[in-house]
């Protein structure tokens, strides 16, 4: 699957399943832990936590970015 947009402006990082600014991670981190995310309609899969790690997140350099 590919997604797009616009270019974002200022440096990306890359954090377990997100990719943004530093201030937009640590928000997302945030909301996710509490829950606040809304579910795939039909998809009734239990949550899935945070990786329990404490690394931050990795600037990405450019480029295609393969897990």
């Given at each position: 699957?590919?997604?797009?947009?616009?270019p974002m402006e200022?440096?990306?990082?890359?954090?377990?399943?997100?990719?943004?600014?530093?201030?937009?991670?640590?928000?997302a981190k945030e909301?996710?832990?509490?829950?606040?995310?809304?579910?795939?309609?039909?998809?009734?899969?239990?949550?899935?936590?945070?990786?329990?790690?404490?690394?931050?997140?990795?600037?990405?350099?450019?480029?295609?970015?393969?897990?």
């Amino acid at each position: 699957m590919l997604f797009g947009g616009a270019p974002m402006e200022g440096p990306r990082y890359i954090w377990w399943n997100s990719v943004s600014s530093l201030e937009r991670i640590e928000a997302a981190k945030e909301e996710w832990a509490k829950g606040r995310f809304d579910t795939m309609p039909g998809n009734e899969a239990e949550f899935i936590p945070l990786p329990e790690r404490n690394d931050a997140p990795q600037r990405a350099t450019g480029g295609v970015f393969y897990p």
